[in-house]
Protein backbone atom coordinates (compact mmCIF):
# COMPACT_ATOMS: atom_id res chain seq x y z
CA UNK A 1 0.00 0.00 0.00
CA UNK A 2 2.39 2.19 -1.17
CA UNK A 3 1.92 5.59 -1.95
CA UNK A 4 2.89 7.16 -5.34
CA UNK A 5 5.95 9.65 -5.94
CA UNK A 6 3.22 12.61 -6.47
CA UNK A 7 -0.68 12.51 -6.35
CA UNK A 8 -3.53 14.45 -8.49
CA UNK A 9 -6.85 15.13 -7.09
CA UNK A 10 -9.10 12.51 -7.88
CA UNK A 11 -11.46 13.04 -10.98
CA UNK A 12 -14.56 15.58 -9.39
CA UNK A 13 -17.94 14.38 -10.06
CA UNK A 14 -19.88 17.68 -9.36
CA UNK A 15 -17.74 20.37 -9.96
CA UNK A 16 -16.15 21.67 -12.97
CA UNK A 17 -12.50 20.01 -13.11
CA UNK A 18 -11.59 23.92 -13.94
CA UNK A 19 -13.34 25.33 -10.82
CA UNK A 20 -11.57 27.68 -8.30
CA UNK A 21 -13.02 29.39 -5.73
CA UNK A 22 -12.51 33.39 -6.04
CA UNK A 23 -15.89 34.66 -4.79
CA UNK A 24 -19.01 34.26 -3.35
CA UNK A 25 -20.92 34.82 -6.46
CA UNK A 26 -18.85 31.92 -8.38
CA UNK A 27 -19.86 29.21 -5.59
CA UNK A 28 -23.23 30.18 -4.45
CA UNK A 29 -25.04 28.23 -8.14
CA UNK A 30 -23.37 24.87 -6.13
CA UNK A 31 -25.04 25.32 -3.18
CA UNK A 32 -28.30 26.83 -4.63
CA UNK A 33 -28.37 22.79 -6.72
CA UNK A 34 -27.87 21.07 -3.85
CA UNK A 35 -30.24 23.23 -1.82
CA UNK A 36 -33.01 22.95 -4.57
CA UNK A 37 -32.45 19.11 -5.68
CA UNK A 38 -34.71 17.03 -5.33
CA UNK A 39 -33.95 13.62 -3.35
CA UNK A 40 -36.38 10.92 -3.72
CA UNK A 41 -34.62 7.60 -2.80
CA UNK A 42 -31.75 6.82 -0.47
CA UNK A 43 -29.34 6.11 -3.66
CA UNK A 44 -30.11 10.40 -4.62
CA UNK A 45 -29.54 10.92 -1.28
CA UNK A 46 -26.24 9.27 -0.59
CA UNK A 47 -25.22 10.87 -4.18
CA UNK A 48 -26.04 14.19 -2.99
CA UNK A 49 -23.78 13.94 0.05
CA UNK A 50 -20.96 13.02 -2.33
CA UNK A 51 -21.76 15.83 -4.05
CA UNK A 52 -21.81 18.36 -0.72
CA UNK A 53 -18.96 16.55 -0.19
CA UNK A 54 -17.13 17.29 -2.69
CA UNK A 55 -17.76 21.28 -2.75
CA UNK A 56 -16.84 21.61 0.85
CA UNK A 57 -13.63 20.18 0.23
CA UNK A 58 -12.84 22.39 -2.65
CA UNK A 59 -13.85 25.31 -0.30
CA UNK A 60 -11.59 23.88 2.21
CA UNK A 61 -8.60 23.26 0.63
CA UNK A 62 -8.64 27.08 -1.07
CA UNK A 63 -9.15 28.01 2.89
CA UNK A 64 -6.04 25.46 4.12
CA UNK A 65 -3.74 27.17 1.32
CA UNK A 66 -4.58 30.91 2.50
CA UNK A 67 -4.16 29.97 5.87
CA UNK A 68 -0.75 27.97 5.19
CA UNK A 69 0.28 31.07 3.12
CA UNK A 70 -0.11 33.55 5.55
CA UNK A 71 1.47 31.40 8.28
CA UNK A 72 4.38 30.91 6.18
CA UNK A 73 4.84 34.51 5.60
CA UNK A 74 3.36 36.95 8.10
CA UNK A 75 4.65 39.57 6.30
CA UNK A 76 3.39 39.27 3.43
CA UNK A 77 0.35 41.86 2.84
CA UNK A 78 -1.19 39.67 0.01
CA UNK A 79 -1.02 36.38 1.73
CA UNK A 80 -3.03 38.36 4.83
CA UNK A 81 -5.33 39.98 2.60
CA UNK A 82 -6.53 36.46 0.79
CA UNK A 83 -7.06 34.86 4.05
CA UNK A 84 -9.24 37.85 5.53
CA UNK A 85 -10.91 38.01 2.54
CA UNK A 86 -11.93 34.47 2.34
CA UNK A 87 -13.03 35.27 6.22
CA UNK A 88 -15.04 38.33 5.72
CA UNK A 89 -16.81 37.40 2.16
CA UNK A 90 -17.05 34.32 1.65
CA UNK A 91 -17.39 32.36 5.14
CA UNK A 92 -20.28 34.89 6.36
CA UNK A 93 -21.90 33.65 3.23
CA UNK A 94 -21.54 30.50 3.05
CA UNK A 95 -22.58 29.57 7.07
CA UNK A 96 -26.74 30.11 6.50
CA UNK A 97 -26.93 27.93 3.62
CA UNK A 98 -24.84 25.35 5.17
CA UNK A 99 -27.74 25.20 8.12
CA UNK A 100 -30.55 25.39 5.40
CA UNK A 101 -28.47 22.40 3.80
CA UNK A 102 -28.59 20.71 7.14
CA UNK A 103 -31.92 21.02 7.81
CA UNK A 104 -32.89 19.93 4.43
CA UNK A 105 -31.17 16.79 4.42
CA UNK A 106 -32.57 15.98 7.97
CA UNK A 107 -36.20 16.25 6.94
CA UNK A 108 -35.90 13.85 4.32
CA UNK A 109 -37.33 10.81 4.63
CA UNK A 110 -34.74 8.66 3.41
CA UNK A 111 -31.97 9.89 6.04
CA UNK A 112 -32.87 6.59 8.35
CA UNK A 113 -31.42 4.17 5.65
CA UNK A 114 -28.68 5.56 5.12
CA UNK A 115 -28.20 6.12 9.20
CA UNK A 116 -27.16 2.45 9.03
CA UNK A 117 -24.24 2.82 7.64
CA UNK A 118 -21.06 2.76 9.16
CA UNK A 119 -19.99 6.78 9.32
CA UNK A 120 -23.26 7.77 8.37
CA UNK A 121 -24.32 7.40 11.67
CA UNK A 122 -21.65 9.56 13.02
CA UNK A 123 -21.62 12.32 10.02
CA UNK A 124 -25.89 12.65 11.15
CA UNK A 125 -25.47 12.80 14.83
CA UNK A 126 -23.31 15.51 13.79
CA UNK A 127 -25.39 17.40 11.54
CA UNK A 128 -28.23 17.37 13.87
CA UNK A 129 -25.61 19.17 16.41
CA UNK A 130 -24.85 21.87 14.18
CA UNK A 131 -28.56 22.34 13.30
CA UNK A 132 -28.80 23.43 17.33
CA UNK A 133 -25.68 25.33 17.65
CA UNK A 134 -26.51 27.18 14.39
CA UNK A 135 -27.23 31.43 14.93
CA UNK A 136 -27.46 34.09 12.24
CA UNK A 137 -26.21 36.60 14.45
CA UNK A 138 -23.25 34.30 15.38
CA UNK A 139 -21.36 34.71 11.76
CA UNK A 140 -20.41 38.19 11.89
CA UNK A 141 -18.75 37.26 15.40
CA UNK A 142 -16.79 34.23 13.87
CA UNK A 143 -15.65 36.46 11.49
CA UNK A 144 -14.42 38.87 13.71
CA UNK A 145 -13.03 35.92 15.90
CA UNK A 146 -11.16 34.65 12.84
CA UNK A 147 -9.53 38.27 12.19
CA UNK A 148 -8.44 38.75 16.17
CA UNK A 149 -6.98 35.00 15.87
CA UNK A 150 -4.89 36.18 12.46
CA UNK A 151 -3.46 39.20 14.68
CA UNK A 152 -2.11 36.58 17.70
CA UNK A 153 -0.17 35.01 14.24
CA UNK A 154 1.12 38.30 13.32
CA UNK A 155 2.04 39.50 16.65
CA UNK A 156 4.14 36.07 17.50
CA UNK A 157 5.80 35.63 14.03
CA UNK A 158 7.42 39.32 14.32
CA UNK A 159 9.28 38.07 17.57
CA UNK A 160 12.74 38.60 17.36
CA UNK A 161 15.77 38.62 20.07
CA UNK A 162 19.03 40.19 19.27
CA UNK A 163 22.03 37.91 20.87
CA UNK A 164 25.23 39.07 21.07
CA UNK A 165 25.16 41.22 17.12
CA UNK A 166 22.51 38.21 15.43
CA UNK A 167 18.87 38.46 15.37
CA UNK A 168 17.32 35.47 16.23
CA UNK A 169 13.64 34.32 15.87
CA UNK A 170 12.31 33.12 19.98
CA UNK A 171 12.51 29.37 17.96
CA UNK A 172 15.79 29.83 17.19
CA UNK A 173 16.50 31.23 20.60
CA UNK A 174 15.02 28.67 22.61
CA UNK A 175 17.64 26.02 21.20
CA UNK A 176 20.20 28.20 22.96
CA UNK A 177 18.00 27.31 26.30
CA UNK A 178 19.97 23.64 25.59
CA UNK A 179 23.86 25.04 25.79
CA UNK A 180 25.80 23.68 28.82
CA UNK A 181 27.03 27.46 29.44
CA UNK A 182 24.68 28.63 32.13
CA UNK A 183 25.50 31.94 32.28
CA UNK A 184 24.42 32.20 28.44
CA UNK A 185 21.44 30.03 29.01
CA UNK A 186 20.14 32.71 31.53
CA UNK A 187 20.89 35.32 28.78
CA UNK A 188 19.30 34.14 26.55
CA UNK A 189 16.49 32.84 28.92
CA UNK A 190 15.99 36.95 30.16
CA UNK A 191 16.00 38.25 26.50
CA UNK A 192 13.25 35.70 25.04
CA UNK A 193 11.27 36.48 28.05
CA UNK A 194 11.95 40.38 28.15
CA UNK A 195 10.57 40.00 23.63
CA UNK A 196 7.61 38.19 25.24
CA UNK A 197 6.25 40.61 27.80
CA UNK A 198 7.36 44.22 25.05
CA UNK A 199 3.61 42.61 23.98
CA UNK A 200 2.35 41.32 27.17
CA UNK A 201 -0.26 44.21 27.07
CA UNK A 202 -1.46 43.72 23.25
CA UNK A 203 -1.96 40.16 23.55
CA UNK A 204 -3.61 40.39 27.04
CA UNK A 205 -6.45 42.56 25.56
CA UNK A 206 -6.60 40.41 22.47
CA UNK A 207 -7.25 37.56 24.57
CA UNK A 208 -10.29 39.46 26.70
CA UNK A 209 -11.67 40.54 23.44
CA UNK A 210 -11.57 36.84 22.18
CA UNK A 211 -13.18 35.61 25.47
CA UNK A 212 -16.43 38.53 25.40
CA UNK A 213 -16.69 37.19 21.60
CA UNK A 214 -16.74 33.91 22.44
CA UNK A 215 -18.64 34.14 25.17
CA UNK A 216 -21.75 35.82 23.16
CA UNK A 217 -21.44 32.91 20.52
CA UNK A 218 -22.10 30.68 23.69
CA UNK A 219 -25.46 33.17 25.16
CA UNK A 220 -26.92 33.36 21.56
CA UNK A 221 -26.67 29.37 20.82
CA UNK A 222 -28.73 29.05 24.48
CA UNK A 223 -25.64 27.89 26.52
CA UNK A 224 -24.32 29.36 29.86
CA UNK A 225 -21.11 29.96 29.20
CA UNK A 226 -18.54 29.37 26.13
CA UNK A 227 -17.09 25.91 27.78
CA UNK A 228 -20.18 24.70 27.18
CA UNK A 229 -20.87 25.41 23.54
CA UNK A 230 -17.48 24.03 22.61
CA UNK A 231 -17.97 20.65 24.20
CA UNK A 232 -21.18 20.18 22.31
CA UNK A 233 -19.46 22.07 18.60
CA UNK A 234 -16.61 19.83 19.06
CA UNK A 235 -18.74 16.89 19.52
CA UNK A 236 -17.41 15.44 22.91
CA UNK A 237 -20.13 12.84 23.01
CA UNK A 238 -18.17 10.69 25.11
CA UNK A 239 -17.08 12.64 27.75
CA UNK A 240 -18.07 15.88 30.22
CA UNK A 241 -16.12 18.67 32.02
CA UNK A 242 -16.45 16.27 34.74
CA UNK A 243 -14.35 14.16 33.25
CA UNK A 244 -11.29 16.76 32.74
CA UNK A 245 -11.79 17.50 36.05
CA UNK A 246 -11.15 14.07 37.28
CA UNK A 247 -8.21 14.05 34.49
CA UNK A 248 -6.37 17.16 36.18
CA UNK A 249 -6.70 15.57 39.76
CA UNK A 250 -5.31 12.30 38.72
CA UNK A 251 -2.93 13.99 37.01
CA UNK A 252 -1.91 16.11 40.37
CA UNK A 253 -1.67 12.83 42.28
CA UNK A 254 -0.09 10.57 39.71
CA UNK A 255 2.25 12.65 37.73
CA UNK A 256 3.40 16.09 39.39
CA UNK A 257 4.92 13.82 41.96
CA UNK A 258 7.08 11.51 39.46
CA UNK A 259 7.76 15.21 37.74
CA UNK A 260 9.45 16.71 41.35
CA UNK A 261 11.58 13.71 41.55
CA UNK A 262 13.13 14.24 37.96
CA UNK A 263 13.78 17.53 38.74
CA UNK A 264 15.18 16.90 42.10
CA UNK A 265 17.33 14.53 40.49
CA UNK A 266 17.85 17.07 37.60
CA UNK A 267 19.18 19.82 40.70
CA UNK A 268 21.62 17.06 42.27
CA UNK A 269 22.81 15.87 38.59
CA UNK A 270 23.74 19.59 38.24
CA UNK A 271 25.19 20.38 41.42
CA UNK A 272 22.68 23.24 42.55
CA UNK A 273 21.73 25.17 45.20
CA UNK A 274 18.08 25.47 43.63
CA UNK A 275 17.40 25.17 40.03
CA UNK A 276 16.00 27.98 37.79
CA UNK A 277 13.65 27.76 34.67
CA UNK A 278 17.25 28.15 32.61
CA UNK A 279 18.47 24.72 34.20
CA UNK A 280 15.08 22.53 32.90
CA UNK A 281 15.95 22.02 28.99
CA UNK A 282 19.59 21.33 28.97
CA UNK A 283 21.42 17.84 29.64
CA UNK A 284 22.06 17.93 33.33
CA UNK A 285 25.61 16.59 33.16
CA UNK A 286 26.23 18.84 31.02
CA UNK A 287 26.95 17.38 27.98
CA UNK A 288 26.31 18.96 24.28
CA UNK A 289 22.75 19.23 23.29
CA UNK A 290 21.80 16.71 21.08
CA UNK A 291 21.67 17.46 17.57
CA UNK A 292 19.39 15.91 15.84
CA UNK A 293 20.16 17.45 11.80
CA UNK A 294 21.48 19.93 9.96
CA UNK A 295 18.89 21.91 8.35
CA UNK A 296 15.23 21.08 6.75
CA UNK A 297 16.62 18.87 4.12
CA UNK A 298 18.40 16.70 6.51
CA UNK A 299 15.70 16.71 8.78
CA UNK A 300 13.37 15.24 5.54
CA UNK A 301 15.72 12.59 4.62
CA UNK A 302 16.04 11.20 7.98
CA UNK A 303 12.44 11.37 9.04
CA UNK A 304 11.57 9.50 5.71
CA UNK A 305 14.48 6.90 6.16
CA UNK A 306 13.52 6.57 10.26
CA UNK A 307 9.22 5.77 9.24
CA UNK A 308 10.54 3.45 5.99
CA UNK A 309 12.56 1.34 8.66
CA UNK A 310 9.08 1.19 10.56
CA UNK A 311 6.91 0.65 7.65
CA UNK A 312 7.36 1.32 4.00
CA UNK A 313 3.71 3.08 4.05
CA UNK A 314 4.99 5.23 6.53
CA UNK A 315 8.20 6.58 4.54
CA UNK A 316 6.47 6.76 1.43
CA UNK A 317 4.04 9.56 2.77
CA UNK A 318 6.98 11.86 4.19
CA UNK A 319 8.30 11.06 0.85
CA UNK A 320 5.07 11.96 -1.63
CA UNK A 321 5.13 15.19 0.47
CA UNK A 322 8.53 15.97 -0.11
CA UNK A 323 8.05 15.25 -3.67
CA UNK A 324 5.25 17.79 -3.40
CA UNK A 325 7.14 20.21 -1.84
CA UNK A 326 4.42 20.08 1.14
CA UNK A 327 7.35 20.29 3.82
CA UNK A 328 8.38 23.43 5.30
CA UNK A 329 10.35 23.00 7.96
CA UNK A 330 12.98 25.28 9.54
CA UNK A 331 12.47 28.38 11.15
CA UNK A 332 13.04 31.80 10.01
CA UNK A 333 11.74 35.51 10.75
CA UNK A 334 8.52 36.19 9.69
CA UNK A 335 7.10 32.90 10.22
CA UNK A 336 4.47 32.17 12.83
CA UNK A 337 5.40 30.32 15.64
CA UNK A 338 4.61 26.67 15.91
CA UNK A 339 3.80 24.22 14.11
CA UNK A 340 1.56 21.95 12.12
CA UNK A 341 0.14 19.49 9.83
CA UNK A 342 -3.17 20.82 7.47
CA UNK A 343 -4.99 18.18 6.03
CA UNK A 344 -5.52 18.91 1.85
CA UNK A 345 -9.58 17.79 1.96
CA UNK A 346 -9.46 17.44 -1.61
CA UNK A 347 -6.02 16.67 -2.86
CA UNK A 348 -5.81 14.23 0.45
CA UNK A 349 -2.08 15.08 0.75
CA UNK A 350 -1.47 17.59 3.64
CA UNK A 351 0.53 20.25 4.26
CA UNK A 352 3.17 20.35 7.26
CA UNK A 353 4.57 23.45 8.70
CA UNK A 354 7.43 23.46 11.81
CA UNK A 355 10.31 25.95 13.05
CA UNK A 356 12.86 23.80 13.26
CA UNK A 357 16.23 24.33 14.38
CA UNK A 358 18.14 21.26 15.31
CA UNK A 359 17.03 20.04 18.28
CA UNK A 360 15.72 16.80 19.35
CA UNK A 361 12.10 18.29 20.00
CA UNK A 362 12.36 19.57 16.34
CA UNK A 363 13.00 16.03 15.40
CA UNK A 364 9.29 14.62 17.88
CA UNK A 365 7.37 17.87 16.78
CA UNK A 366 8.31 15.57 12.73
CA UNK A 367 7.73 12.69 14.42
CA UNK A 368 4.15 13.89 15.80
CA UNK A 369 2.92 15.76 12.49
CA UNK A 370 4.32 12.69 10.51
CA UNK A 371 1.73 10.93 12.38
CA UNK A 372 -1.19 13.16 11.58
CA UNK A 373 0.28 13.10 7.97
CA UNK A 374 -0.04 9.74 7.98
CA UNK A 375 -3.17 9.40 9.15
CA UNK A 376 -4.65 11.39 6.36
CA UNK A 377 -3.10 9.30 3.69
CA UNK A 378 -5.13 6.73 5.64
CA UNK A 379 -8.28 8.05 4.85
CA UNK A 380 -7.87 9.64 1.49
CA UNK A 381 -10.15 6.97 0.17
CA UNK A 382 -12.80 7.07 2.56
CA UNK A 383 -16.16 8.30 0.92
CA UNK A 384 -16.93 11.85 2.31
CA UNK A 385 -14.69 14.08 3.73
CA UNK A 386 -16.67 14.50 7.19
CA UNK A 387 -15.33 10.79 7.26
CA UNK A 388 -11.80 11.91 6.96
CA UNK A 389 -12.26 15.11 9.32
CA UNK A 390 -11.51 12.95 12.39
CA UNK A 391 -12.37 14.01 16.39
CA UNK A 392 -8.82 15.54 17.80
CA UNK A 393 -8.84 12.80 20.70
CA UNK A 394 -8.93 9.93 17.66
CA UNK A 395 -6.02 12.92 15.56
CA UNK A 396 -3.36 13.21 18.25
CA UNK A 397 -3.07 9.44 19.19
CA UNK A 398 -2.24 9.27 15.60
CA UNK A 399 0.78 11.90 16.13
CA UNK A 400 1.62 10.85 19.77
CA UNK A 401 1.43 7.23 19.02
CA UNK A 402 4.08 8.17 16.26
CA UNK A 403 6.68 9.70 18.87
CA UNK A 404 6.76 6.96 20.80
CA UNK A 405 6.81 3.78 18.14
CA UNK A 406 9.66 5.77 16.06
CA UNK A 407 12.03 5.46 18.68
CA UNK A 408 13.77 2.47 18.00
CA UNK A 409 14.53 3.95 15.04
CA UNK A 410 16.07 7.76 16.31
CA UNK A 411 19.18 6.20 15.63
CA UNK A 412 18.80 7.44 12.09
CA UNK A 413 19.21 10.74 13.88
CA UNK A 414 21.46 9.94 16.40
CA UNK A 415 24.36 7.42 15.37
CA UNK A 416 25.78 6.84 18.49
CA UNK A 417 24.02 4.39 20.89
CA UNK A 418 24.54 6.48 24.04
CA UNK A 419 22.90 9.74 21.65
CA UNK A 420 20.09 7.07 20.57
CA UNK A 421 19.60 6.02 24.56
CA UNK A 422 19.25 9.65 26.18
CA UNK A 423 17.38 10.79 23.18
CA UNK A 424 14.29 8.13 24.25
CA UNK A 425 15.10 9.34 27.87
CA UNK A 426 14.39 12.96 27.05
CA UNK A 427 11.60 11.90 25.19
CA UNK A 428 10.16 9.80 28.28
CA UNK A 429 11.19 12.49 30.69
CA UNK A 430 9.35 15.13 28.56
CA UNK A 431 6.15 12.77 28.89
CA UNK A 432 5.86 13.38 32.79
CA UNK A 433 6.36 17.37 32.10
CA UNK A 434 3.91 17.38 29.53
CA UNK A 435 0.61 15.90 31.03
CA UNK A 436 0.78 18.52 33.97
CA UNK A 437 1.42 21.29 31.44
CA UNK A 438 -1.78 19.77 29.30
CA UNK A 439 -4.08 19.74 32.75
CA UNK A 440 -2.33 23.34 33.15
CA UNK A 441 -4.18 24.99 30.03
CA UNK A 442 -7.20 22.60 30.19
CA UNK A 443 -7.95 24.05 33.60
CA UNK A 444 -6.76 27.68 32.66
CA UNK A 445 -9.57 27.25 30.04
CA UNK A 446 -12.12 25.89 32.08
CA UNK A 447 -11.74 29.18 34.57
CA UNK A 448 -11.27 30.98 31.76
CA UNK A 449 -14.58 30.62 29.93
CA UNK A 450 -16.66 29.66 33.63
CA UNK A 451 -15.70 33.49 34.91
CA UNK A 452 -16.27 34.78 31.12
CA UNK A 453 -16.37 38.74 33.02
CA UNK A 454 -12.92 38.45 34.99
CA UNK A 455 -10.27 41.62 35.12
CA UNK A 456 -6.70 41.00 33.58
CA UNK A 457 -5.54 41.41 36.99
CA UNK A 458 -8.10 38.40 38.37
CA UNK A 459 -6.85 36.04 35.34
CA UNK A 460 -3.02 36.60 36.51
CA UNK A 461 -3.92 35.34 40.03
CA UNK A 462 -6.24 32.55 38.65
CA UNK A 463 -3.43 31.19 36.17
CA UNK A 464 -0.79 31.55 38.95
CA UNK A 465 -2.76 29.15 41.26
CA UNK A 466 -3.54 26.98 38.76
CA UNK A 467 0.15 26.59 37.49
CA UNK A 468 1.55 26.66 40.78
CA UNK A 469 -1.31 23.18 41.29
CA UNK A 470 0.90 21.62 38.54
CA UNK A 471 4.15 23.14 38.01
CA UNK A 472 7.11 21.24 39.92
CA UNK A 473 7.83 22.32 43.47
CA UNK A 474 12.02 22.17 42.77
CA UNK A 475 12.31 25.36 40.27
CA UNK A 476 12.84 28.57 42.06
CA UNK A 477 11.06 31.63 40.49
CA UNK A 478 12.35 34.34 42.11
CA UNK A 479 12.95 37.26 40.36
CA UNK A 480 11.07 36.17 37.20
CA UNK A 481 7.62 36.64 38.11
CA UNK A 482 6.28 39.21 35.70
CA UNK A 483 7.77 36.42 33.13
CA UNK A 484 5.60 33.22 34.15
CA UNK A 485 2.56 35.60 34.83
CA UNK A 486 2.06 35.33 31.12
CA UNK A 487 3.61 32.26 30.43
CA UNK A 488 0.00 31.05 29.42
CA UNK A 489 0.62 33.52 26.31
CA UNK A 490 2.94 31.62 24.62
CA UNK A 491 0.11 28.97 24.00
CA UNK A 492 -1.39 29.77 20.61
CA UNK A 493 -4.28 27.38 21.04
CA UNK A 494 -5.38 29.41 23.58
CA UNK A 495 -5.70 32.05 21.03
CA UNK A 496 -6.47 30.25 17.91
CA UNK A 497 -8.31 26.93 19.14
CA UNK A 498 -9.96 27.26 22.22
CA UNK A 499 -10.58 23.60 24.11
CA UNK A 500 -8.10 22.16 21.71
CA UNK A 501 -5.76 20.82 24.76
CA UNK A 502 -7.23 18.44 26.77
CA UNK A 503 -6.81 16.04 23.46
CA UNK A 504 -3.14 15.80 24.25
CA UNK A 505 -3.30 14.36 27.75
CA UNK A 506 -5.81 11.64 26.27
CA UNK A 507 -4.30 10.91 23.26
CA UNK A 508 -0.59 10.32 25.41
CA UNK A 509 -2.45 7.75 27.39
CA UNK A 510 -3.68 6.08 24.16
CA UNK A 511 -0.38 6.78 23.05
CA UNK A 512 1.10 4.74 25.84
CA UNK A 513 -1.28 1.96 26.26
CA UNK A 514 -0.10 1.62 22.23
CA UNK A 515 3.74 1.68 22.34
CA UNK A 516 3.60 -0.92 25.23
CA UNK A 517 1.61 -2.82 23.31
CA UNK A 518 3.92 -2.37 20.19
CA UNK A 519 6.93 -2.97 22.91
CA UNK A 520 5.32 -6.97 23.68
CA UNK A 521 4.57 -7.36 19.63
CA UNK A 522 5.77 -4.65 16.97
CA UNK A 523 3.65 -6.28 14.14
CA UNK A 524 0.77 -6.36 16.32
CA UNK A 525 1.05 -2.66 17.59
CA UNK A 526 1.09 -1.47 14.56
CA UNK A 527 -1.34 -2.99 12.92
CA UNK A 528 -3.07 -2.11 15.91
CA UNK A 529 -2.39 1.68 14.79
CA UNK A 530 -3.15 1.05 10.85
CA UNK A 531 -6.28 -0.67 12.03
CA UNK A 532 -7.49 2.65 14.32
CA UNK A 533 -6.51 5.42 11.83
CA UNK A 534 -7.96 4.37 8.71
CA UNK A 535 -11.53 4.02 10.65
CA UNK A 536 -10.92 7.81 10.27
CA UNK A 537 -14.45 9.36 11.84
CA UNK A 538 -16.47 6.48 10.81
CA UNK A 539 -16.77 5.04 14.28
CA UNK A 540 -16.95 6.70 17.81
CA UNK A 541 -13.82 7.58 19.61
CA UNK A 542 -14.04 4.65 22.17
CA UNK A 543 -14.52 2.23 19.10
CA UNK A 544 -11.46 3.88 17.33
CA UNK A 545 -9.02 3.18 20.43
CA UNK A 546 -10.57 -0.05 20.97
CA UNK A 547 -9.70 -1.19 17.08
CA UNK A 548 -5.91 -0.06 18.32
CA UNK A 549 -6.67 -2.71 21.00
CA UNK A 550 -6.41 -0.02 24.03
CA UNK A 551 -8.82 1.40 25.86
CA UNK A 552 -10.29 5.41 26.12
CA UNK A 553 -9.96 5.78 29.20
CA UNK A 554 -8.71 9.04 31.45
CA UNK A 555 -9.51 7.95 34.96
CA UNK A 556 -7.05 7.70 38.06
CA UNK A 557 -6.27 3.79 38.27
CA UNK A 558 -5.32 3.94 34.16
CA UNK A 559 -3.04 6.84 34.62
CA UNK A 560 -1.58 5.45 37.42
CA UNK A 561 -0.64 2.12 35.65
CA UNK A 562 0.59 4.08 32.80
CA UNK A 563 2.86 5.99 34.86
CA UNK A 564 4.19 3.41 36.60
CA UNK A 565 4.82 1.64 33.04
CA UNK A 566 6.85 5.19 32.00
CA UNK A 567 8.91 5.11 34.99
CA UNK A 568 9.70 1.51 35.01
CA UNK A 569 11.09 2.07 31.08
CA UNK A 570 13.04 5.24 32.29
CA UNK A 571 14.45 3.31 35.04
CA UNK A 572 15.97 0.81 33.03
Known amino acids: ?43 SLRTWFRHRSELEAVISEDLAWRYINMTRFTDNEAHATAYRFFVEKIQ ?24 QLPGYNILIRNIRKDIELFR ?14 QQYNQISGAMTINFRGKELTLQQASALLLEPDRALREEVYRLITARRLEDRQQLDALFTKLIQLRHQVAVNAGFSNFRDYMFKALGRFDYTPADCFNFHDAVKHHVVPLLNKLMEERRAKMNLPMLRPWDKAVDPLSR ?10 DLAEKGIRCFNRLHPFLGSCLQTMRNMEHLDLESRKGKAP ?30 HEGGHAVHNFLTRELELSDFKSTPSETAELASMSMELISMDAWDEFFKHEEEHRRAVREQLEDIIETLPWVATIDKFQHWIYENPSHTEEERRQA ?4 FS ?13 EGRDYLWQKQLHLYEVPFYYIEYGMAQLGALALWRNYKKDKQAGLEGYFNALKLGNTR ?5 YAAAGIRFDFSADYIKGLMAFVWEELKS
Open 338 to 367: GGYNYPLAELGVPFIFMNATSTLRDMVTLM
Open 1 to 43: MLIAEKITRPRRIFLPENFQVTDWPSLKPWFDDLLNREINSAD
Open 92 to 115: PEIAPLTDKLNRKVIDTPHLAELE
Open 469 to 481: TFNDSVTDWTGLE
Open 136 to 149: EENIPLFTEISLLQ
Open 540 to 544: TIPEV
Open 463 to 466: WNKI
Open 288 to 297: PPLKAFENGN
